[in-house]
């Protein structure tokens, strides 16, 4: 093992400073307060949760978490993604009555990486969980809520892409037949490799119509006209029962007004293997990787409740990549102070506090370069000497 320099930290980890510390600051508030007004409740959870339960029951890969143990032996693991953990606690705690619960969460989550390659090992989520209702109602509220935080935080340049689980699965195994040329398929849609997609499918002893089939759902991309071109692709039920949603949710997104910033991808897949129905990616400018991800899972199952929910996290570092580097609010007002006026300054900065301004006191024999200090400031007093300003 080499030796660490004084500076170093480990893989993945990264510091926040004032200024990146202060505007994530402000978009979280924004989205924060966006989920209130809308009737989402906020909660946290333990930042270890046991690998048996949380671990277990996540979707992210045991390559990524960080385990250890506790004095009694048990294996914990520091949460890789919210989800879970809320649903733990709701399944013990808040679905006694079956209603439906809304909850929301800003937090923390972690996933070792074998290699630095620019991702985080720990990074902030912020989201929502709409628990116990099956409607589709419910799937275009959380993506309604979606675009209106985004843009309460500033962003104004995005798209939401819209899928669902059941068309692709139902596609891949009516014509593939097994699991395995299925999921091959859908690791490459997931990482958006639609080259060694294409590669793969005419790798296959199928007929031409069917590897036609395969290839369509590369183009079902678009407003409300893809739909009719999927009911062309698939034949089964099931996958049509999967289409059926979709133009349900459109014309929720229409009622909410927000149906400029939707678009249909049937081509979407999620690694997360608790997704069971409608899901969805958020893209903005400047960032190759959704900004935010959700959709309707069953992941309450494994923890003895029969529920059904749906929710979206948004990736703080991503969702500030793609605003931008536009400048954080300057600090309201700095007074600069000699030691004769220092009561005087005090008693000044008191009543600012009072009034909601921020303000910092500064000793001036403190401070080399007035010009430089004072240009982080929208105001500046000076109280030196005998009683000038």
Request: proline share 2%; hydrophobic share 40%; glycine share 8%.
């Given at each position: 093992?080499?030796?660490?320099f004084m500076?170093?930290?480990?893989?993945?980890?990264?510091?926040?400073?004032?200024?990146?510390?202060?505007?994530?600051?402000?978009?979280r508030?924004?989205?924060?307060?966006?989920?209130?007004?809308?009737?989402y409740q906020?909660?946290?959870?333990?930042?270890l949760e046991?690998y048996?339960?949380?671990?277990?029951?996540?979707?992210?890969?045991?390559a990524?978490?960080?385990?250890?143990?506790d004095?009694?032996?048990?294996t914990?693991?520091?949460?890789?993604?919210?989800?879970t953990?809320?649903?733990r606690?709701?399944?013990s705690?808040?679905?006694?009555?079956?209603?439906?619960?809304?909850l929301?969460?800003?937090a923390n989550?972690?996933?070792?990486?074998?290699r630095?390659?620019?991702?985080?090992a720990?990074?902030?989520?912020?989201?929502?969980?709409?628990?116990?209702?099956?409607?589709v109602?419910?799937d275009g509220?959380?993506?309604?809520?979606?675009i209106?935080?985004l843009k309460?935080?500033g962003?104004?340049?995005?798209q939401?892409?819209?899928?669902?689980?059941?068309?692709?699965?139902?596609?891949?195994?009516?014509?593939?037949?097994?699991?395995?040329r299925?999921?091959a398929?859908?690791?490459?849609l997931?990482?958006?490799?639609?080259?060694?997609?294409r590669?793969?499918?005419?790798?296959?002893?199928l007929?031409?119509i069917?590897?036609?089939?395969?290839?369509?759902?590369?183009?079902?991309?678009?407003?409300?006209?893809?739909?009719?071109?999927?009911?062309?692709?698939?034949?089964n039920d099931?996958?049509?029962?999967?289409?059926?949603?979709?133009?349900?949710?459109?014309?929720?997104?229409?009622?909410?007004?927000?149906?400029?910033?939707?678009?249909?991808d049937?081509?979407?897949?999620?690694?997360m293997?608790?997704?069971?129905?409608?899901?969805?990616?958020?893209?903005?400018?400047?960032?190759?990787?959704?900004?935010?991800?959700?959709?309707?899972?069953?992941?309450?199952e494994k923890?003895?409740?029969?529920?059904?929910?749906?929710?979206?996290a948004?990736?703080?570092?991503?969702l500030?990549?793609?605003?931008?580097?536009?400048?954080?609010?300057?600090?309201?007002?700095?007074?600069l102070?000699?030691?004769e006026?220092?009561?005087?300054?005090f008693?000044?900065?008191?009543?600012?506090h009072?009034?909601?301004?921020r303000?910092?006191l500064?000793d001036i024999?403190?401070?080399?370069?007035?010009?430089a200090?004072?240009?982080?400031?929208?105001d500046?007093?000076f109280?030196?000497?005998?009683?000038?300003?």
């Amino acid at each position: 093992m080499s030796r660490l320099f004084m500076f170093e930290k480990p893989l993945g980890m990264r510091d926040t400073l004032p200024e990146l510390y202060e505007k994530k600051h402000q978009v979280r508030s924004s989205i924060a307060d966006t989920m209130k007004l809308w009737g989402y409740q906020f909660i946290e959870t333990p930042t270890l949760e046991y690998y048996e339960t949380v671990g277990a029951a996540s979707a992210i890969l045991d390559a990524q978490l960080f385990k250890l143990l506790d004095k009694e032996g048990h294996t914990l693991v520091l949460r890789p993604e919210m989800t879970t953990p809320i649903a733990r606690v709701a399944a013990s705690k808040l679905l006694n009555e079956d209603l439906p619960v809304r909850l929301a969460y800003s937090a923390n989550v972690y996933r070792a990486q074998q290699r630095e390659g620019g991702r985080p090992a720990e990074f902030e989520q912020i989201g929502v969980e709409y628990l116990n209702d099956n409607t589709v109602s419910c799937d275009g509220e959380t993506i309604a809520l979606l675009i209106s935080s985004l843009k309460k935080a500033g962003l104004s340049e995005f798209q939401v892409s819209v899928g669902h689980v059941g068309f692709s699965q139902e596609l891949f195994m009516q014509i593939l037949g097994t699991n395995g040329r299925a999921t091959a398929l859908r690791k490459f849609l997931y990482e958006k490799n639609y080259v060694g997609y294409r590669e793969s499918v005419q790798s296959f002893n199928l007929s031409s119509i069917d590897k036609q089939r395969l290839l369509k759902l590369l183009q079902l991309r678009g407003g409300e006209e893809v739909i009719e071109y999927a009911l062309d692709v698939i034949e089964n039920d099931k996958g049509k029962q999967a289409i059926t949603e979709l133009q349900e949710l459109w014309d929720v997104i229409k009622d909410y007004g927000v149906e400029e910033h939707v678009k249909f991808d049937f081509s979407i897949v999620s690694h997360m293997s608790y997704y069971s129905g409608i899901l969805f990616e958020v893209y903005a400018g400047n960032v190759g990787f959704p900004i935010g991800n959700g959709g309707r899972y069953s992941l309450l199952e494994k923890f003895g409740k029969n529920a059904t929910a749906t929710g979206f996290a948004v990736r703080l570092d991503m969702l500030l990549e793609a605003m931008g580097g536009g400048q954080t609010e300057t600090t309201g007002h700095c007074i600069l102070f000699s030691q004769e006026r220092r009561k005087e300054a005090f008693e000044l900065a008191r009543k600012l506090h009072e009034e909601g301004t921020r303000t910092v006191l500064q000793d001036i024999t403190g401070v080399k370069d007035i010009d430089a200090f004072t240009k982080k400031f929208a105001d500046t007093t000076f109280l030196i000497g005998g009683g000038q300003r």
